[in-house]
């Protein structure tokens, strides 16, 4: 006993200061790392408006529903891109939510346990492929065989409808808008299938024991209760098809002009900067790429913050469900 | 109906088996050691590899790891030891609209922020904007992985008279250490297969080159470039390279998921 307190290097209250300094030492550096990210936004917003002022003080907010696009006269309206980026995102989901929807459902409601996991895990796989990788696939696999079979298929059954008309192109808003679909699915079955998952047990149990079938509980009694849940989910995917770049630049055509028919070639705001920031040649077009760089962050972040707030709301106490993805 | 389901679970499934099966076919042929250790050759010409791209994207990923993971495991410590302070709040939202953020749009900051002041395109500007895609990605992945750790561990180092930035490094923080790497490696995977920010950036070039000021070449850049380019032999390359990048990242997605998984076994 004795040598214990004679050999300890410090007295006791000695060694609490000496962890109080510690203490305060580790929460400063801490803190500096954790403040270095609102900074880092800040920075980042900064430096976008100071990017884009050159073309706000000269457009101001017709830049957003004129169409002109000249670099040689110096004149640009961003109509087009955003038109495009709101056409394919919207192709996208039409395609994407009722398919991540059905295997969240799947999923969660009936699928057997062995392959609940397994399944999940394939889908979410798709969230890990770059996505230029989904561009080089989509030239020489996906444009292809849409053009060849799906394309020819909606122009003749649909062809009553002036989407579905005029000449098949390979790279147009229709191709972004599939690939679009393949790479949001992830995140909208992801998060679905997590908010359906925290649906407390005896609303099933309340709509069987009145007679529904598996379907009509999962159906009647288990999606209304997870719905705002699940339109986060699609806000979210929504965001990303948004904001996607690569794929879109490589199918989408690269026209700026809007057209009724999604066979013919698009533009959308990411494809545009990837494809002419670095040959930009003159301080206007530079500011007005950066402007529709600041208009895309804008809308992506709204589309973000509504459906964080919206997934939180339902699964509370637990924020930030798909954060991982 | 949940025939219908069933259909709609087999259509989701098939893209990704599609997306491999052609990388393979397309792609397996052309990986050879001259893959790995030449440059590209003229257009037109036929063989070449891509090192110059290799070596690019090792240094470019390298130097945003190095900047980006300190401030992203420093951070997402700090939103889990406090966290319900302000700060753990604020940064907490911001890190999740930056992971939303589109990757382009960082790319249009770095090249504001670096390019357009030092006047030329860098490999350095790259390895920022990677950076930047980084740090929120790594801050919520150690957060998660803190919160992972049963709060009995922490209060049994306390009341060992442990003080608290012993109690977070050498217990909470070395428990869930695996569960820390696995979040570092996916996010690692993650920005490697990044195009967008490096267009404007690093911009890519024909040189083996180790000088991070000038530009450099990156392997999705090369996917990219070749893919869109007219040669039969570009898109032979294209497609060898995408099931390299391909490769790299789904191996250390698989591991990330394994090792949490069996680990913790709780939520993803």
């Known amino acids: ?325 | 109906m949940v025939a219908l389901l069933i259909v709609a679970t087999v259509l989701a499934v098939l893209p990704l088996f599609l997306i491999l099966g052609t990388l393979v076919v397309k792609g397996a042929g052309s990986i050879n050691p001259d893959f790995f250790i030449r440059r590209p050759v003229p257009a037109g010409e036929s063989g070449g590899g891509v090192v110059h791209a290799i070596v690019g994207t090792l240094m470019m990923v390298g130097t945003a790891s190095a900047i980006g993971l300190p401030i992203g495991i420093g951070a997402g410590i700090f939103a889990s030891e406090w966290p319900g302070t302000r700060l753990a709040l604020i940064t907490r939202f911001i890190a999740d609209v930056m992971n939303g953020t589109p990757s382009i749009v960082v790319g249009v900051f770095a090249w504001t922020w670096i390019v357009a002041r030092q006047g030329h395109f860098s490999g350095f500007a790259g390895s920022m904007a990677l950076a930047v895609l980084m740090i929120p990605m790594v801050m919520r992945t150690t957060e998660e992985m803190i919160k992972l750790v049963p709060h009995s561990l922490r209060e049994a180092a306390l009341a060992l008279g442990y003080a608290r930035w012993q109690t977070s490094l050498s217990v909470v923080v070395r428990t869930c250490f695996p569960g820390i790497v696995t979040g570092v490696l996916l996010a690692v995977a993650r920005v490697s297969g990044e195009t967008a920010p490096l267009l404007f950036t690093a911009l890519g070039s024909n040189y083996l080159s180790t000088d991070i000021r000038q530009p450099m070449a990156a392997l999705p850049l090369v996917v990219y470039n070749y893919a869109t380019g007219p040669y039969d032999d570009w898109h032979r390359l294209a497609w060898a390279t995408a099931l390299v990048l391909i490769f790299v990242v789904l191996i250390l997605s698989l591991l990330t998921r394994l090792a949490t998984r069996s680990r913790f076994d709780g939520p993803r």
């Open chain 1, 1 to 325: 006993m004795t040598d214990v307190t004679t050999s300890a290097p410090a007295t006791p209250v000695a060694r609490l200061q000496g962890a109080a300094t510690g203490d305060r030492i580790f929460r400063i550096v801490l803190s500096l790392a954790a403040l270095s990210i609102p900074i880092l936004l800040g920075f980042l917003v900064w430096e976008l408006i100071k990017g884009s002022r050159l073309a706000i003080s000269t457009f101001g907010l017709d830049f957003l529903v004129t169409s002109t696009w000249d670099p040689v006269t110096g004149k640009f309206g961003a109509l087009p891109l955003i038109f495009g980026t709101l056409l394919s995102s919207l192709i996208a989901l039409i395609i994407a939510v009722p398919l991540s929807l059905g295997v969240a459902i799947f999923l969660t409601e009936f699928a057997p346990n062995a392959i609940r996991k397994p399944i999940a895990f394939v889908v979410e796989l798709l969230a890990a492929i770059p996505s230029v990788v989904y561009g080089l696939w989509g030239i020489f696999f996906l444009v292809p065989v849409l053009t060849r079979t799906v394309f020819p298929f909606l122009r003749d059954t649909l062809g009553f409808l002036p989407f579905f008309r005029g000449t098949i192109y390979g790279p147009s808003m229709l191709s972004a808008g599939v690939i679009l679909a393949i790479m949001v699915m992830p995140y909208i079955m992801s998060v679905a299938r997590e908010v359906i998952a925290t649906v407390p047990g005896s609303q099933r149990e309340a709509a069987l024991a009145l007679g529904a079938t598996r379907w009509e509980a999962a159906w009647t009694a288990v999606v209304p209760y997870a719905k705002s849940g699940i339109v986060g989910a699609i806000i979210l995917g929504l965001g990303r098809a948004l904001g996607e770049t690569m794929a879109v630049t490589m199918l989408i055509g690269n026209r700026h002009e809007i057209a009724t028919s999604l066979f013919a070639p698009g533009y959308t705001m990411a494809a545009a900067i990837a494809n002419e920031f670095s040959e930009a040649a003159t301080d206007m077009h530079f500011s007005a790429l950066a402007y529709v760089a600041l208009v895309l962050f804008s809308i992506t972040v709204l589309a973000n913050a509504g459906a964080r707030l919206l997934i939180w709301r339902v699964s509370k106490g637990r924020p930030g469900g798909g954060a991982g993805l």
